[in-house]
């Protein structure tokens, strides 16, 4: 598992996590058990998580054989990030144009830089913080 963590909800909205620990924390066991996350790693491999009841606890882990997939994790990155520029110009540091020519590593990259600026740009970024993990 290579992180940082990225969880997809059903929204296709990406939230980016520093590891497991982290991106379990503002998950609900219940909208786990409804399937209402993906979780990938920052190479696109698909984790297995899981709730054995509607009141937790959530595990985050790799399933044994499951290989990556990169270009749907992209695919969620690119939009999620071409969704972010549109409602808050300046968070995301690349252009659309940008955001389209580059690959798995550059949007994970960018994911992190984003959540750090929204972090910044938060009224409460300590409590942002201790969630993601992200900038410690």
Do not use: C, W
């Not at 503002?26 to 979780?39: F, K, S, W």
């Not at 939009?79 to 994970?108: C, F, K, M, N, T």
């Not at 984003?114 to 969630?131: A, D, N, V």
Request: charged share 30%; aromatic share 4%; net charge negative.
């Amino acid at each position: 598992m290579k992180p940082p963590i990225l969880v997809v909800s059903d929204d296709s909205s990406v939230q980016v996590f520093a590891d497991a620990d982290h991106a379990v924390r503002p998950m609900e066991a219940i909208d786990v058990l409804n399937g209402e996350y993906q979780v990938f790693d920052a190479h696109g491999l698909r984790l297995v998580h899981h709730a054995d009841s509607d009141d937790g606890p959530i595990v985050i882990r790799e399933a044994p054989g499951v290989a990556a997939e990169p270009a749907e994790l992209h695919r969620f990155l690119r939009q999620h990030l071409l969704r972010v520029q549109e409602v808050r110009p300046g968070l995301v540091e690349i252009g659309p144009d940008e955001v389209d020519g580059s690959d798995l590593a550059a949007l994970v990259a960018q994911m992190v830089e984003t959540e750090r600026r929204f972090r910044e740009s938060t009224p409460t970024p300590r409590i942002r913080r201790r969630i993601s993990g992200i900038g410690h």
